[in-house]
């Protein structure tokens, strides 16, 4: 066989392993987004006097330029800002503790530990606000009664739903950052870690000198993860809508774009809405994954 023929099977060879992949990429991203983009260029109008059912009409960039003179889309960014800042040190912070303490052995029943703590992120996230509504709920939570005993008036469908959801979040995705953290840290080489004792390093100067620079690209992937779960936050707000003052039907991007579609059946602005989100999203992980990259 020719060194020709050689080169040409491996490239179709290539092309067929690939193929699945850029065919689904194609169907689940570029397709959607194409779709979406197509949307956000039209508004529905309607005809006449307004009996004669509505029209779709080409209407360019006015369905961004409404979006962004939106207060409410606005003030969804300034919710999520907070429920970042509360957030991502919160669980990510955690998230390393816990690895960390795995890691070091000092903890018993180690596998149980860690099966435990990964559970709360199998529970679907609609099913994960529920259960945490109940416990938030005044008159059948018992950890609302609890603090009521002890003196404290915490409202936590109110003033505090911020935090009660940044609470909600923390359980669901503490323990799935967790496996990544701790995956990586029994990547690192032991020689290393015993290197750094016999130089006289401490458990705690090896936790912070030796491993946490040794899994900095998994914690970047996770940060730049988390980032882009926090700027999508809808599910566990949407749970807690209904019964929270301190929660409305637009409090983050997300819940807006799905109030422009179902609430106002305004499909062109709710299109707009979730672009705009995505391309922050998107400058937002090239500005990390920039981070990242920096030796």
Same mark, same amino acid.
């Given at each position: 066989?020719s060194?020709?023929?050689? !080169?040409?099977g491996?490239r179709?060879?290539?092309l067929?392993l690939?193929?699945?992949?850029?065919?689904?990429?194609?169907?689940?991203v570029l397709?959607?987004?194409?779709y979406a983009?197509?949307l956000?260029l039209?508004k529905?109008?309607s005809?006449g006097?307004g009996?004669g059912g509505?029209e779709s009409?080409?209407?360019?960039?006015g369905?961004y330029?409404?979006?962004?003179a939106d207060?409410?889309?606005?003030?969804?960014?300034?919710?999520?800002?907070?429920?970042?800042?509360l957030?991502?040190?919160?669980?990510?912070?955690?998230?390393l503790?816990?690895a960390l303490?795995?890691? !070091?052995?000092?903890?018993?029943?180690?596998?149980?530990?860690?099966?435990?703590?990964f559970?709360p992120?199998?529970?679907?996230?609609?099913?994960a606000?529920l259960?945490w509504?109940?416990?938030?709920?005044?008159?059948?939570?018992?950890i609302?009664?609890a603090?009521?005993d002890? %003196?404290?008036?915490?409202?936590?469908? %109110?003033?505090h739903?911020?935090?009660?959801?940044?609470?909600?979040?923390?359980w669901?995705?503490?323990g799935y950052?967790?496996i990544?953290?701790?995956?990586?840290?029994q990547?690192?080489?032991r020689?290393?870690?015993?290197?750094a004792t016999i130089?006289?390093?401490g458990p705690?100067r090896v936790a912070?000198r030796?491993?946490l620079?040794?899994?900095?690209?998994?914690?970047?992937?996770?940060?730049?993860?988390?980032?882009i779960?926090?700027?999508?936050?809808?599910?566990?707000?949407m749970?807690?809508?209904?019964?929270?003052?301190?929660i409305?039907?637009?409090?983050t991007p997300?819940?807006y774009a799905?109030?422009e579609?179902?609430?106002?059946?305004?499909v062109?602005?709710?299109?707009?809405a !979730?672009?705009?989100?995505?391309a922050?999203?998107a400058?937002l992980?090239?500005?990390?994954?920039?981070w990242g990259?920096?030796?």
């Amino acid at each position: 066989m020719s060194p020709t023929t050689r !080169s040409s099977g491996a490239r179709w060879a290539v092309l067929l392993l690939t193929a699945p992949f850029f065919v689904l990429f194609t169907a689940v991203v570029l397709a959607p987004l194409g779709y979406a983009l197509w949307l956000s260029l039209f508004k529905e109008q309607s005809s006449g006097l307004g009996f004669g059912g509505t029209e779709s009409v080409f209407n360019g960039l006015g369905n961004y330029l409404v979006t962004l003179a939106d207060p409410a889309f606005l003030d969804g960014f300034t919710v999520v800002a907070l429920y970042a800042v509360l957030y991502i040190p919160l669980m990510l912070g955690g998230a390393l503790a816990l690895a960390l303490l795995l890691d !070091s052995g000092a903890a018993l029943l180690r596998r149980f530990f860690q099966l435990a703590l990964f559970m709360p992120h199998v529970v679907p996230g609609v099913i994960a606000g529920l259960i945490w509504l109940y416990l938030y709920l005044p008159g059948i939570s018992p950890i609302v009664a609890a603090l009521r005993d002890g %003196g404290i008036a915490w409202d936590f469908l %109110g003033d505090h739903a911020l935090s009660s959801v940044v609470n909600v979040a923390v359980w669901e995705w503490i323990g799935y950052n967790m496996i990544i953290f701790f995956a990586a840290l029994q990547a690192v080489p032991r020689e290393v870690l015993e290197a750094a004792t016999i130089d006289g390093a401490g458990p705690v100067r090896v936790a912070l000198r030796v491993k946490l620079p040794l899994i900095r690209g998994a914690f970047i992937t996770a940060l730049l993860f988390t980032i882009i779960g926090s700027l999508q936050l809808f599910n566990e707000p949407m749970v807690m809508d209904g019964v929270s003052d301190g929660i409305v039907s637009t409090w983050t991007p997300n819940m807006y774009a799905y109030a422009e579609a179902f609430g106002k059946n305004d499909v062109g602005q709710a299109a707009a809405a !979730s672009l705009l989100l995505a391309a922050l999203a998107a400058v937002l992980s090239y500005f990390v994954t920039k981070w990242g990259n920096k030796k």
